[in-house]
Nanobody
Framework: QVQLVESGGGSVQSGGSLRLSCAAN??????????MGWFRQVPGKEREGVAV???????NYAESVKGRFTISQDKAKNTLYLQMSSLKPEDTAQYYC???????????????WGKGTLVTISS
């Protein structure tokens, strides 16, 4: 069973930066966990994919974050990261770490989810 724990959320001003981390237990990147990613959700809206990375390093980003966010992984530490820069108020959301089977920014690709960490961007 894959277990994911996010950290690094907080409140920053517009234009600032944050780095989110997701600590995965040893079952991450097994045969049924091809990729890991970050999703976000604002109350009252559907969860959306932000960035996904495969086991071999291929990435996929939402258009809204391209050039501002960078997803990376340290497989030796079983840790996933999301470096967020040039943050905007519209980036405010609960951010979730996920692990799954494909590189699409879709919920159905993911089988395991963390509980989330809150990111708040003030203008």
């Amino acid at each position: 069973q894959v277990q994911l724990v996010e950290s690094g959320g907080g409140s920053v001003q517009s234009g600032g930066s944050l780095r989110l981390s997701c600590a995965a237990n040893g079952y991450a990147y097994t045969y049924d966990t091809y990729c890991m990613g970050w999703f976000r959700q604002v109350p009252g809206k559907e969860r959306e994919g932000v960035a996904v990375i495969s086991r071999d390093g291929n990435t996929n980003y939402a258009e809204s974050v391209k050039g501002r966010f960078t997803i990376s992984q340290d497989k030796a530490k079983n840790t996933l990261y999301l470096q967020m820069s040039s943050l905007k108020p519209e980036d405010t959301a609960q951010y979730y770490c996920a692990a799954g089977r494909c590189l699409l920014l879709e919920d159905y690709c993911m089988d395991y989810w963390g509980k989330g960490t809150l990111v708040t961007i003030s203008s």
